[in-house]
């Protein structure tokens, strides 16, 4: 017979699920109500509502996804792209190469803009690539690697697309709440995030936002889109206007509570209380580190706060390093992926881990760790 | 400003979220833990231990979606069709219609088989079908039709698909925890469920699991699977075997807490007396029913004991009815889908909510109601 799981406490700084507030567990476990129910599309409103302030803009098509942000991801490019569009992707870390896997999946033809790791996103050789592409339908690039702990210049970016005409889709799952994201002012059509990063919530939900310009490509289509889970013509049927809704799937309704609760959690704190949060840590975080001799990868003028990329230390074993964080210090840090897989750890202060005590817990046990 | 949310308290007799027990919603607020921590592993482990209880199968590829049951139908149909692929889909509600947009939306090439709503599925039909297209690649059937709560006889139609050398698609979203689903003595090869009906769980993850036979097929496409996010050859690599997991995406780590407690109560009752509990409880409610003047739209023998449906009577309005018993009784139950809108309703008895209070309101409210 198998039993309940009682998970051990543990302080999550790796690069999502970051630490989550006892308040956003105890909504999860708030007593569950239909889908349809009036006081869940009144909670539904209001979870929209809180992610545009998340997001910084007015687009009605702003909602969560029933599905962690790999989903999110893939709901930007299937509702957007149709077979034979031409979409320029920026690479510069993981999810710029899980970009163009949803390009070629969605039979779109990707143009491939390379930056090294650790480096943001160049706009001169995106500019040049538009350039020499001008049938580009959509630009994609990630603001806040995840991979690397790199911010690109969105703003920048954005700009670029619109200026050639593209649609922009954007990657901010590591970026919303920790940094500024200004979906409007910056003119980005598709943008996407994750629940568990700077939000502090439990993994699981992507909130996305489409502008008005995707939203009539989505209803305009000349075929379907080729998800129907994720197609959002139907799931704005669900999300809409007005109080009528129509069944399209049935939300993870204990889910939303939660997201809803971290997203009070962050009006209350306000966006730019969170991003001086986030700021400071990073520094006592910065300073730290490098006390104990250890090198961040990304140069200062492109780190994000909430996600430090670190070399491991020479004649450190990665492995048997967090192995020892976890089991003696309850600590978590994140791995490094792909080309920094055993070169890198990733050490997040993603909301309500962004805070002193994990910062003091984060340091005694590396310094304990690479001592050894 | 937006303050927390605080849902009423209400019953859950509709198809689908089911009440939740307090030992599931507590589960949902422990502490969040990595997708990769090694205690989150052996959980994950657990789960699918329990998954192949549920289901009744040895299928090493048994796993919960990390998505409602919408995405769990669309992995199954994704991952075994490559485009010009011969489906041969059985269609008596909407669920069978759904599964035709898969169809098509992946590339397939359907051929649809009716049957009318409220009925099974016509063995001799789906004979007929499969001999006059002896291409087919895939058959696909609804066991458990959520918007008829009509059950259709899943080991004949199995075998019919099996006997034409088809790989076997099956719905049991509504089946799971209700009746039998012997995924391996019936030969069905990917089978969808949701955790939100008889496994009384919090809506959005659809436990899947597929054959040997289905495995074999999907490792040897001959094209990607279109979706990232659900292509199996890679959700296998974190799901897998052994300690060692690739990320793919950020798993649900909550809304799993809560799946694990769903199934450790599933297997502590044991899986035939939650049927017969499903059962008895359904028998006392058609009782209740028949004795206020409310007829069944489904022959008995074809009846899902954990859904009801059942015709409106006349003179009543559906909608001022359904608000009626939410506001006056917090009683949910189902509105009719599709054909049925208006006409029907559906009274679910699914998991948690299959117990005699459940009942013993349900009639005292509707009488209420209809007495109006």
Chains 1, 2 share one sequence.
Not at 144 to 170: F, N, P
Not at 255 to 271: F, I, N, R, T
Request: hydrophobic residues 45%; charged residues 20%; aromatic residues 6%.
């Amino acid at each position: 017979m198998i039993s309940s799981f009682h998970p051990p406490v543990r302080t999550l700084m790796g690069p999502g699920p970051s630490d989550v507030h006892p308040r956003i567990l105890s909504a999860l476990g708030r007593p569950t109500i239909g889908h349809l129910d009036p006081a869940f599309i009144q909670m539904m409103d209001e979870v929209k509502e809180l992610l545009q302030y998340a997001f910084q803009t007015k687009n009605p098509l702003t909602l969560p996804i029933s599905a962690p942000g790999s989903a999110g991801m893939e709901a930007c490019f299937v509702n957007l792209i149709e077979p034979g569009d031409k979409v320029v992707v920026c690479v510069n870390g993981v999810f710029g190469i899980r970009m163009l896997e949803n390009v070629t999946r969605t039979g779109g033809v990707a143009v491939r803009v390379d930056d090294e790791w650790g480096k943001p996103v160049d706009p001169a050789k995106l500019a040049a690539a538009l350039e020499a592409n001008p049938d580009t339908k959509i630009m994609a690039f990630v603001h806040a690697e995840t991979s690397t702990g790199v911010c690109s210049d969105a703003a920048t970016l954005c700009a670029l697309g619109r200026k050639h005409d593209c649609l922009v889709i954007m990657d901010t799952v590591t970026g919303l709440g920790g940094v500024p994201v200004l979906v409007d002012e910056w003119g980005a059509d598709a943008v996407y995030s994750g629940s568990q990063k700077c939000l502090s919530c439990t993994p699981g939900l992507s909130p996305v936002t489409f502008s008005e310009r995707a939203v009539e490509v989505i209803r305009n289509r000349k075929t379907p889109v080729q998800s129907w889970f994720l197609d959002m013509n139907l799931v704005m049927g669900y999300w809409g206007e007005g109080a009528k809704r129509a069944y399209h799937h049935t939300a993870p309704i204990n889910a939303l509570y939660g997201l809803h609760e971290s997203l009070v959690m962050l009006q209350e704190e306000g966006l730019s209380a969170a991003f001086a949060r986030h700021r400071v840590m990073h520094e006592k975080l910065y300073a730290g580190l490098t006390e104990l001799g250890i090198r961040f990868v990304v140069d200062e003028e492109y780190r994000l706060p909430q996600l430090n990329a670190v070399w491991i230390p020479e004649g450190v074993d990665d492995a048997v390093a967090r192995t020892r964080l976890l089991n003696e210090f309850n600590l978590e840090i994140g791995a490094g992926l792909g080309a920094y897989a055993g070169k890198v750890w990733r050490i997040g202060l993603m909301g309500y881990s962004a805070k002193q005590e994990n910062i003091d817990l984060c340091l005694k046990a590396l310094s304990a760790v690479i001592a050894q």
